[in-house]
């Protein structure tokens, strides 16, 4: 029996109800809640919604799905910010998310006539719809203005056995992956001239194959000892505090250290409030850290160049030496860190854009630094996202991942617990152990397989001091991390148009 959907097997109105109610399952997929499981629930109750539809009953339907997915999963944004910025983000996000549900849509109707067979309905569809999934993900962590990568299905499984499966194919892989068994699921639900058995066997055999691929393994080159300070610093945009007062805070946390051998200490972003290569009260307590706890010290700061341009840094530190390396973020924050296309943009909402006066420039230094023949790769607050900057430190040979991060601004909500577990996630893609700094948490230390080592909860003063172990391991997805993406992505659409090329025409009238 041949499966019809130009025939929707809901009427428009539940559609849009089960859009919405997919957007808040999937969000409830992530941290803090972390349910994980409803990833696939949510998932393929999307693709079902937009089952039969026609293009614009789909960009209805994919609009209230994105946006009840986006608006909470960032709703942190509207800690200090209001309503205003998580709105706008929002709704852009579920612009791009409707065209890709029209995408998947166009599918459902026309993709069937390719494969029309058990096989195609319950294998190949899912290999299209996935990939469509995939290319609208690829294409948002991109653009515009290097995109926003927050919410790819794949970041909901940190906590779950599938987590493992980064390490063979990318973030991207195991989005695929998801969108994969969701649409098997649900195609196997549909089937009803398929002996359940069958059904039953093609789901549980997808599942089950995907569960038992082994995690990669890992080969040690050794291990460095690290001391991660969480000095409870409110350093956020909004912070009311004294200039100096975060850096005396991460001092204060870091004092009770002395004595302890480390091989470096590891401060979060912005932890030194004061730049040190320019003030010299901040230097010599850079210096004192590093002189007590005899070992470097890598803190975030603000930096300027001698043209007048304006960083948000890391520097490696050394007592006597000063800063010996400095990583500039490449990839800072559009609409936080910097305004783009200022003379437009900031007629629209000028208060709101007042916050955000200065400019941080791109940096163009590589994002390793050699810690005693160790080499370290940097990856500043929403740095984590970008596959590109992994994908470059590991190139460069990173060993292991400091990930210092502010997350002030965003109080209690679930960015931080978001974020953390984006490292995780990270630290398994790459065969690499990870430290997540953070000023006020979650501050974590995670090995190469996703196993805690330590961490800190959020508001807390303290330090994580463990030995992490290094690797030059070389994961399948830090072989080419672009391959897997692509290829999912270009079977989707691939698989789109050949179902539009192979279309029944309409016959032309010739009375």
């Keep these: 029996m041949r499966l019809r959907p130009r025939r929707p097997p809901l009427p428009l109105w539940v559609a849009v109800l089960a859009a919405a109610l997919s957007g808040f399952l999937n969000a409830a997929a992530f941290p803090g809640r972390g349910w994980w499981p409803l990833i696939f629930v949510g998932t393929g109750l999307m693709l079902w919604s937009l089952i039969g539809r026609r293009v614009w009953a789909s960009l209805l339907v994919g609009l209230v799905g994105g946006f009840a997915f986006f608006g909470n999963h960032i709703l942190w944004l509207t800690v200090y910010l209001g309503p205003v910025p998580w709105l706008a983000l929002a709704a852009l996000e579920s612009i791009f998310f409707a065209i890709g549900a029209a995408l998947i ?286 994908q470059r430190m590991v190139n460069d040979g990173a060993e292991f991942i400091l990930a210092p991060t502010n997350n002030a601004d965003f109080g209690h909500t679930d960015e931080s617990s978001q974020q953390v577990a984006i490292a995780r996630l990270r630290g398994i893609e790459t065969g690499r152990s990870i430290v997540n700094d953070s000023t006020v948490g979650v501050s974590a230390m995670f090995a190469p397989d996703g196993r805690i080592i330590d961490q800190l909860p959020t508001f807390t003063t303290g330090a994580m001091v463990a030995d992490i172990p290094l690797s030059h391991t070389t994961t399948p997805a830090t072989l080419d991390s672009r391959a897997v993406e692509w290829l999912a992505g270009g079977l989707g659409i691939s698989g789109l148009v050949l179902g539009l090329l192979l279309r029944p025409r309409r016959k032309r009238s010739h009375g």
Aim: glycine share 8%; charged share 15%.
């Design 105 to 390: 849509a166009l599918a459902w109707r026309f993709v069937p006539r390719v494969w029309p067979g058990t096989a195609g309905r319950l294998l190949a569809m899912p290999v299209v719809l996935a990939g469509l999934w995939v290319l609208r993900e690829a294409i948002t962590s991109v653009w515009p203005y290097g995109g926003f990568s927050w919410g790819r299905l794949a970041f909901s499984q940190s906590d779950s056995p599938f987590a493992p499966l980064v390490a063979w194919l990318g973030i991207s892989g195991l989005s695929f992956v998801i969108a994969f068994l969701s649409a098997v699921v649900l195609q196997a639900l549909r089937e009803v001239s398929v002996a359940w058995t069958v059904r039953g066997i093609i789901a549980t055999g997808a599942f089950t194959f995907a569960l038992l691929i082994p995690a990669w393994p890992v080969i040690s080159s050794g291990s460095i000892r690290v001391a991660a300070v969480q000095g409870n610093s409110n350093s956020g945009l909004f912070a009311q505090t004294q200039p100096g007062q975060t850096l005396d805070d991460h001092l204060q946390a870091t004092i009770p250290l002395i004595g302890k051998r480390v091989d470096v200490v590891v401060w979060p972003e912005n932890a030194s409030d004061i730049d040190p290569l320019r003030n010299p009260t901040a230097a010599r307590t850079l210096d004192y850290v590093s002189a007590a706890m005899k070992a470097p010290l890598v803190t975030g700061t603000i930096t300027q160049d001698n043209k007048g341009r304006t960083f948000n840094s890391l520097l490696l530190w050394e007592s006597g030496k000063g800063a010996v390396d400095q990583y500039d973020k490449i990839h800072p924050v559009p609409f936080a860190e910097y305004l783009p296309d200022r003379a437009f943009w900031y007629p629209f909402a000028p208060s709101l854009f007042d916050m955000v006066p200065r400019d941080y420039s791109f940096g163009q230094r590589d994002n390793v630094f050699d810690i005693n023949g160790a080499a370290a790769g940097l990856a500043i607050c929403f740095d984590i996202v970008d596959d590109s900057l992994i």
